[in-house]
């Protein structure tokens, strides 16, 4: 079972910027991989997916905002975050994914979130 490790997270004032990592222990070349949130309360809900040949998926509150950029030599993908509110406050979690729909259900491995504070 591939594991999943975020890193990344902190506290950043409205407006600010963070770059999450997720580096995984085997080869993520042939897989979508996808960031889904979790505020305190509610439910996990998709953020971004890129599958193996690059194509993304946004969520429609993070578009123009977020991005999602792989490095499959590293293993790696990232979540780059901008223009960043208090909403966008969670914890993120990083996926590999069956395919590419951005639901939690698509989801076969999952990492242990990384927490992201949005302050106004």
């Known amino acids: 079972q591939v594991q999943l490790v975020e890193s990344g997270g902190g506290s950043v004032q409205s407006g600010g910027s963070l770059r999450l990592s997720c580096a995984a222990s085997?080869?993520?070349?042939?897989?979508?991989m996808a960031w889904f949130r979790q505020a305190p309360g509610k439910e996990r809900e998709g953020v971004a997916l890129?599958?193996?040949?690059?194509?993304?998926t946004y969520a429609v509150f993070v578009k123009g905002r977020f991005t999602i950029p792989r490095d499959n030599a590293k293993n790696t993908v990232y979540l780059q975050m901008n223009s960043l509110k208090p909403e966008d406050t969670a914890m993120y979690y990083c996926?590999?994914?069956?395919?590419?729909?951005?639901?939690?259900?698509?989801?076969?491995?999952w990492g242990q979130g990384t927490q992201v504070t949005v302050s106004s």
């Open positions: 890129i599958a193996n040949d690059g194509i993304t």
């Open positions: 085997e080869s993520i070349s042939s897989a979508s």
């Open positions: 996926a590999r994914m069956r395919g590419r729909q951005l639901s939690v259900t698509w989801a076969n491995a």
